[in-house]
């Protein structure tokens, strides 16, 4: 097991800073904003010229969801294409990204609530790869994953967030990555393109960005409670609950500010959460 001392041998550019690194929830939508030149991925872009450079990017990925909680520990995780019907070129992309065992160890010891297993299978899925190439197009910085044990609740969810904060601390951007409204059966395939949203997911960004900007998270995290537009908003919790380790891991001290703030083809939204 590596040791404390060795991980803060590896942050220590960034240990002695006056600032902590900010935390991002990133609407990731389609895999194809992972190779498209489009307002999204362009936003993705400057994000990365609007924080300071991290040693090493986590995401809290909606496409890792398993039972119990995993972290990706390989020294080099392979690019993911999970997802079927898109163009070859999509398929053809690879984002060789290094891993960072040694963080993910120390992560596993920050984690005191839950056992988190050390994984060599996973990888990088598209709910990671499609942001982070557009914000680090070289590869060069370390990317790993943390799984959503799917068998836990949101409250549980937010809490272990919290564990994580030392990890902003040590020069550790945090990304959540999915989507605050995300139900595929009702998309609009007439407007898949468009900039467009139902009343019902209109209705429900404006309050979760209400409830996110005052800070109050009580109704966010018991988002079952927020009426008829949740339940067609969130059918299932994977894509929303990227969304919960982000306000986990805010402070009183920290801003927000949205970004990428569009609903697309009726059921989606693309908006995102800069934290700090």
Request: glycine residues 8%; negative net charge; without cysteine.
């Amino acid at each position: 097991m590596t040791t404390l001392s060795a991980f803060n041998k590896f942050t220590s550019g960034l240990a002695e800073q006056d600032f902590i690194m900010p935390v991002l929830f990133i609407g990731h939508g389609s895999p194809m904003n992972g190779i498209e030149d489009n307002e999204f991925s362009r936003r993705w872009t400057a994000m990365a010229n609007e924080v300071p450079e991290p040693k090493a990017v986590l995401v809290v990925s909606a496409h890792w969801y398993t039972k119990g909680t995993k972290i990706t520990a390989m020294d080099f995780p392979p690019t993911i294409h999970d997802f079927g019907g898109f163009p070859k070129e999509l398929f053809q992309v690879q984002y060789p990204a290094p891993g960072h065992p040694q963080l993910a160890n120390e992560t596993v010891d920050l984690l005191k609530s839950t056992q988190v297993e050390l994984d060599h299978d996973w990888g990088l899925d598209h709910g990671t790869w499609t942001v982070v190439r557009h914000m680090y197009p070289d590869a060069k910085i370390p990317v790993l994953q943390l799984s959503i044990d799917y068998s836990k609740g949101a409250q549980y969810h937010y809490e272990l967030a919290k564990e994580l904060y030392a990890l902003r601390k040590k020069g550790v951007l945090i990304i959540g990555s999915g989507n605050m409204v995300h139900n595929l059966r009702m998309v609009a395939w007439d407007k898949i393109n468009d900039t467009y949203g139902y009343d019902w997911a209109l209705e429900l960004n404006d309050t979760f960005k209400s409830l996110i900007t005052s800070g109050d998270h009580k109704p966010l995290i018991k988002y079952q409670s927020l009426g008829r537009a949740a339940s067609l908003a969130i059918p299932t919790p994977d894509h929303y609950l990227p969304l919960i380790y982000t306000l986990g891991l805010k402070t009183d001290k920290d801003k927000i500010a949205f970004f990428n703030d569009r609903a697309v083809a009726g059921s989606l939204t693309m908006t995102s959460v800069k934290v700090g």
